[in-house]
């Protein structure tokens, strides 16, 4: 029988591409066909995959592919009003004014110490500009590198500095690809860290790892990088590198313009919306035509087709006998237009996890309740992307900067003066502000009266280190008592509100018809 163990294997038999045979109830055969719909290739959906492919992620992301997707990247964004104002807002929301360090470990007074040292240093190298240039350049470029560097006109004790390179410059060219012989006898701990593959100016071990970047001495873009120069460049460590890109398939080694599925939408947005202008112009530029009902070769006076008469204002006239006076009809722009562009920039949009109100900058057809929830996703992107920019960037940049302050006499504590030590730390970056900071404030006291929070998530989440709110407001009540000021005298009354204010916060004023709010 089919429920014996022994049978059952014995009924199932595969029989290639024909599909699966079973033994049913009455020992009877039969073949099950099974197979995707979405794989079989039609008449239909031919033309449509017909670019599809097997190519690897670096193949598919060769020098000449990325080239071209950097080129018409960074052209929209210098041309497109939109795609500009994403890119701005999508690294001002990531980066904001900058990240703060807080170190986590058992000395208080020597976390301090360290957290001043590198607020220091980080103003003086504009570390949060950098940062949002690294942003944008990731969004429109694909990828960016920074090197570490010594900078010696930097006020500051630590010297070090971060370069940022664009995409272009790290290339292998073909007349400069490394050709030393490899060592035949080596062990094989020596010859698993041998390069064992280059991608256009990144050479990595056998482990994946990167070992070197080739740094062209002139960007190819300049004019003064021909000839020789061109051809130039530098072996740079990979610990002196930051490579900062998305890792969007398994092997990828370079990064592609995050905005990438919708550059076809920017060009049809430009195009849709010039011609929407140019009909317009066309019509109005005609201000009367004359036309005749009378049939071909009928009675009517003969006019000249195509012929032009200067009008004057107020001016009183007779037309030729037979024709009528009329104006061309303005079509545009018409009435689906301001529909056609809200839906493609959402398109544009979704790319970047970013919602329609954000990248338009316009918010009048969401209530309270929507935009909550499309700034979700968004939000949880952001903190995504932080924690990226923390690992990729922020941390090998401590470390380095650790490594140096470390040489500099008295500038660290001796328990952190430790070469190659990285100390436990988290990084703060601008929280996001609440749409009603009434509501926030009490779920927040909620949350802490019910112990499913601390002050030290609350506080992150603003973007603020709790122990310096802390001994700040400590200050203030001791400087209040000091002046004779009670806390209560010095807190606002909070305003009351209904349940009925309360659903009103919560839906909006017109959540029935979101276009009002």
């Known amino acids: 029988m089919i429920g014996s163990p022994t049978k059952a294997l014995a009924a199932r038999r595969h029989c290639g591409d024909r599909g699966i045979l079973l033994r049913t109830a009455d020992c009877r055969l039969r073949t099950v066909r099974a197979r ?18 097997h190519l690897s992620a670096n193949a598919a992301n060769n020098p000449t592919v990325r080239r071209i997707l950097r080129a018409r990247a960074r052209y929209e964004v210098a041309n497109n009003s939109y795609a500009r104002g994403i890119v701005l807002t999508l690294a001002n929301d990531v980066v904001g004014t900058g990240p703060r360090l807080q170190l986590l470990t058992d000395n208080d007074s020597a976390n301090r110490t360290v957290e001043q040292a590198f607020v220091q240093w980080a103003e003086a190298v504009r570390l949060a500009e950098k940062l949002r240039t690294l942003r944008m350049a990731r969004a429109e ?28 410059q790290v290339a292998t060219p073909m007349e400069a690809v490394d050709r030393r012989p490899k060592a035949e006898g080596s062990p094989a701990s020596a010859r698993s860290l041998q390069p064992a593959a280059s991608v256009d ?11 070197e970047y080739h740094l062209l001495r002139g960007h190819p873009g300049d004019a003064s990088a021909i000839g020789p120069s061109l051809l130039g460049f530098d072996r740079v ?54 036309y005749t009902d009378a049939p071909a070769n009928g009675e009517a006076d003969p006019v000249e087709p195509m012929d032009l008469v200067e009008l004057e204002r107020r001016m ?39 919602p329609f109100n954000v990248a ?15 700034h979700q996703t968004y939000y949880k992107s952001i903190r995504v992307d932080q924690a990226h920019m923390g690992r990729v960037v922020l941390d090998p940049l401590l470390r380095a900067w650790l490594d140096e302050a470390t040489l500099v006499e008295g500038l660290l504590p001796q328990s952190l003066r430790r070469i190659g030590a990285m100390p436990e730390h988290q990084w703060f970056w601008d929280g996001m502000e609440h749409v009603d900071p009434a509501k926030e404030a009490s779920a927040q ?13 609350e506080y992150a989440r603003q973007g603020r280190d709790w122990e310096a709110e802390l001994r700040q407001r400590a200050k203030e009540v001791a400087l209040m008592n000091e002046l004779g000021l009670s806390v209560a005298q010095a807190t606002p009354a909070a305003p009351a509100t209904s349940p009925a204010d309360n659903q009103e916060n919560e839906d909006g004023p017109n959540a029935q018809n979101p276009a009002a709010d």
């Open 36 to 53: 995707y719909d979405a794989a079989a290739t039609t008449e239909e959906n031919r033309r449509h995959w017909a670019n599809a492919d």
């Open 141 to 168: 470029s694909g990828e960016v590198f920074a090197l570490l560097t010594a900078n010696p006109a930097l006020q500051t004790l630590v010297k070090l500095d971060l370069r940022l390179i664009e995409a272009d």
């Open 201 to 211: 100016g990144i050479v990595f071990d056998a482990f994946g790892n990167p070992v």
């Open 237 to 290: 460590p990979a610990s002196a590198m930051l490579h900062y890109f998305r890792t969007d398939r398994p092997g990828q080694s370079r990064g592609i313009p995050e905005i990438t599925p919708a550059l076809p939408l920017f060009a049809q947005l430009r195009r849709y919306t010039l011609a929407v202008i140019a009909a317009a112009e066309t019509a109005a530029d005609f201000a009367a035509v004359l």
């Open 316 to 354: 009183a006239t007779v037309l030729p006998g037979g024709w009528k006076l009329g104006q061309v009809a303005a079509e545009q722009p018409a009435t689906t237009y301001g529909e056609f562009k809200q839906q493609i920039l959402n398109e544009i949009a979704r790319c970047l996890n970013m």
């Open 360 to 374: 338009a900058g316009n918010s009048s057809g969401y209530n309270y309740a929507s935009g909550r929830l499309d």
């Open 445 to 457: 006291a909620t949350r802490l009266s019910s112990h499913t929070t601390t002050l030290a998530y």
